[in-house]
T-cell receptor, first 114, second 115 residues
Framework: NAGVMQNPRHLVRRRGQEARLRCSPMKGHSHVYWYRQLPEEGLKFMVYLQKENIIDESGMPKERFSAEFPKEGPSILRIQQVVRGDSAAYFC????????????FGPGTRLTVL | AQTVTQSQPEMSVQEAETVTLSCTYDTSESDYYLFWYKQPPSRQMILVIRQEAYKQQNATENRFSVNFQKAAKSFSLKISDSQLGDAAMYFCAYRRAGGADGLTFGKGTHLIIQP
């Protein structure tokens, strides 16, 4: 059973460009979470999605950030007009049932904004 | 809001010895889950152990065990017979039961294993 997949593993963007991060949950998992990890910090929750629904986006910056989890295909975290402060590792996690279930993490995408 | 505090930025232990990593948390909830995750240099987040707050028995996974003190809001991780492969960042995390929110993480403890 493949784990949580994220791609790309490394992404370099110039200021003002768009970044698209993809996450494929574990087989049978329909709940996806996105986290951001700044250097020397723990992970910070951004958004929680189920198929075609955003359940909780309380940790997501109001501007430039959006997330989706379509009926078919991976979950996408999109960052428009990136700035240097967006440089971080972005982790996706998935769970089978949501609130009562353990989250399993992908390997992360390291975003560098030049 | 919930907070998770790991007061030890770095810990060092001799191979084969035992080490305990500390974690405290603050919450007004009575039902919740606590986790320890390991992040080796590869940066992959690996679940080490999980504890349900309603269970009084401390969770154990092979060489890893926890000391869960609900009244004190303390959740420490004990690693017995430390191995070189245990070297990593260790993060304590909290999640309330029945909620639609994500995990709340501490800032982590960097564990060094001395050969």
């Amino acid at each position: 059973n493949a784990g949580v997949m994220q791609n790309p593993r490394h992404l370099v963007r110039r200021r003002g460009q768009e970044a698209r991060l993809r996450c494929s949950p574990m087989k049978g998992h329909s709940h996806v979470y996105w986290y951001r990890q700044l250097p020397e910090e723990g992970l910070k929750f951004m958004v929680y999605l189920q198929k075609e629904n955003i359940i909780d986006e309380s940790g997501m910056p109001k501007e430039r950030f959006s997330a989706e989890f379509p009926k078919e295909g991976p979950s996408i975290l999109r960052i428009q007009q990136v700035v240097r402060g967006d440089s971080a590792a972005y982790f996706c996690a998935s769970s089978q049932q949501g609130a009562i279930d353990t989250q399993y993490f992908g390997p992360g995408t390291r975003l560098t904004v030049l | 809001a919930q907070t998770v505090t790991q007061s030890q930025p770095e810990m060092s232990v001799q191979e084969a010895e035992t080490v305990t990593l500390s974690c405290t948390y603050d919450t007004s909830e009575s039902d919740y889950y606590l986790f320890w995750y390991k992040q080796p240099p590869s940066r992959q987040m690996i679940l080490v152990i999980r504890q349900e707050a309603y269970k009084q028995q401390n969770a154990t996974e092979n060489r890893f065990s926890v000391n869960f003190q609900k009244a004190a809001k303390s959740f420490s991780l004990k690693i017995s017979d430390s191995q070189l492969g245990d070297a990593a960042m260790y993060f304590c995390a909290y999640r309330r039961a029945g909620g639609a929110d994500g995990l709340t993480f501490g800032k982590g403890t960097h564990l060094i294993i001395q050969p």
